[in-house]
C-alpha cells in the first residue's frame, strides 16, 4: 500500500537549537497514527508542517505522492482540530460548520445536506441553532471535529483535542473519536502526551524524542516490545530492573542483578553479548507470584506491600537488598497472601525484554 502521506528528511529550527531532526515517516490510508512524547519533542511542530502553518527549515512533505511543502493550508486537503476548539462565539453551531464550505463557495443546498450530515455523524443532530456558549465541552469538541470532517479531507489532525476535557468525558471522547474514524476511514493522526490515550486509540504510535523518532509500531509492539530505555520508561508503568548479560542462547538471557539470575529475551534491534550493561523491561501485569515456582522460576521473594485500587491489586514484592519488584492482578486472585509472607516470583521470558542501560542519557 503506498503511503497516503510521506515526510521526508524534516527538520526545523527557530534559532535555538534543532526542534525536529530529520523526520522520516510514512502515513497510510485509513490510519490512526498518533504522535507521542513529551512536552517540547517536536509532536506538534511536526503536525503543523504537515498542516502548512509551519515551514521547515530542510526536509519535504508529500500528500498522495505530490510535494505539498510550500502549498497553502487551504489548499492541501488536511484539516485540524486544536485542543482549544476555535469555534466563532458569534456563530451559531450551523454556521460555525459551514464556513468552510461557504468559503469554498459550496451551494447553500449542498451546505445544509452536508452540515446535517456532519452533525449527524456527531451524535448532535438539532444543535443547528445553538450558540457556542450554550454547549458543553464535549458538545464544543464534536462541533469542532465536525467542522473539519464536513470539508470531507484526506487526514484530519487532531493537537491534543481532549486535554481540556475531565477524565470521564476524555475517555467517552475517546471512544467516540475511534469509532468515527472507523466510520469515516479518513486517515487520523492525533498528538498527545497522554500514553493510555495512545495506547487505547491507535492503530500505530510514533513515539518521538528531542526532535526524534525513537520508536514506532502498533500499540502492542510499542508496550510489549520497547527499544529502548526511554520508550519502556515513559510507556506504561514497567519494572527497569539494571544489570549484565551472564547468559546468552538465541533470543534468551540472563541477566545478573545483584546476585540474581534473572531471565529475559532480547529485543530485535539489539543483540547483547555478555558482560553488556543492559536493562530488564518487566511490566507488573507479567509478574507472577504463588506458593509454587512460577514459569519453571525457582525466584523467592517476601511481599512488602499491598494496595487495592478498585479492581486491581498492587503488589511490591522483595527479591532481596536491592530488588523491589511491582506486581499487578485482579484483586481477587492474589489476596490470599499477606504482607511479610514470602512467595515464589516469576514471569515469562518472551515478556520480559531487556534494552540497552542508556540510563545515564534520560
Not at 16 to 40: A, K, M, R, W
Not at 142 to 155: F, M, N, S, Y
Not at 198 to 206: E, F, H, P, T, W
Not at 208 to 231: A, D, S, V, W
Amino acid at each position: 500500500m503506498e503511503p497516503i502521506l510521506r515526510l521526508k528528511g524534516l527538520c526545523k529550527d527557530f534559532g535555538e537549537g534543532p526542534i525536529l531532526q530529520n523526520i522520516d515517516l510514512d502515513v497510510y490510508p485509513g490510519e490512526f497514527l498518533t504522535l507521542l512524547g513529551p512536552s517540547g519533542c517536536g509532536k506538534t511542530t511536526t503536525l503543523r508542517i504537515i498542516a502548512g502553518l509551519e515551514q521547515p527549515t530542510s526536509g519535504h512533505v508529500e500528500l498522495e505522492g505530490v510535494d505539498v511543502t510550500n502549498i497553502p493550508p487551504e489548499k492541501r486537503q488536511v484539516n485540524t482540530v486544536f485542543q482549544n476548539y476555535a469555534l466563532f462565539p458569534h456563530m451559531n453551531v450551523f454556521q460555525n460548520i459551514a464556513y468552510g464550505l461557504r468559503v469554498m463557495k459550496v451551494s447553500k443546498q449542498e451546505q445544509r445536506e452536508r452540515v446535517q450530515a456532519a452533525l449527524a455523524l456527531v451524535r448532535l443532530s438539532g444543535f443547528e441553532k445553538r450558540m457556542p456558549s450554550q454547549l458543553s465541552g464535549g458538545q464544543k469538541q464534536r462541533i469542532a471535529i465536525a467542522r473539519a470532517v464536513v470539508l470531507q479531507p484526506k487526514i484530519l489532525l487532531l493537537d491534543e483535542p481532549l486535554g481540556a476535557l475531565d477524565l470521564k468525558l476524555r475517555q467517552e471522547m475517546q471512544k467516540e473519536l475511534k469509532q468515527l474514524q472507523r466510520k469515516l476511514g479518513i486517515t487520523f493522526i492525533y498528538i498527545t502526551h497522554d500514553q493510555e490515550e495512545a495506547l487505547n486509540m491507535s492503530s500505530r504510535i510514533v513515539i518521538m524524542r528531542n526532535g526524534k523518532i525513537e520508536q514506532m509500531g502498533t500499540p502492542e509492539e510499542i508496550y510489549e516490545h520497547p527499544r529502548t530505555l526511554f520508550c519502556a520508561d515513559f510507556i506504561g508503568q514497567s519494572n527497569l530492573i539494571h544489570g549484565v548479560v551472564t547468559e546468552q542462547n538465541g533470543a534468551d538471557l540472563k541477566l545478573n542483578v545483584s546476585g540474581l539470575e534473572l531471565s529475559a529475551c532480547a529485543a530485535s534491534n539489539w543483540q547483547p553479548a555478555k558482560g553488556d550493561r543492559a536493562v530488564l523491561c518487566l511490566r507488573p501485569q507479567r509478574v507472577r507470584y504463588g506458593s509454587q515456582p512460577q514459569h519453571g522460576m525457582n525466584l523467592k521473594g517476601v511481599i512488602e506491600n499491598k494496595e487495592y485500587t478498585g479492581g486491581m491489586q498492587h503488589t511490591q514484592i522483595r527479591l532481596n537488598d536491592s530488588v523491589v519488584l511491582n506486581a499487578v492482578s485482579q484483586t481477587a486472585e492474589m489476596d490470599k497472601y499477606s504482607v511479610g509472607t514470602e512467595v515464589y516470583v516469576g514471569w515469562s521470558a518472551a515478556h520480559s525484554p531487556i534494552v540497552p542501560d542508556e540510563l545515564e542519557d534520560m
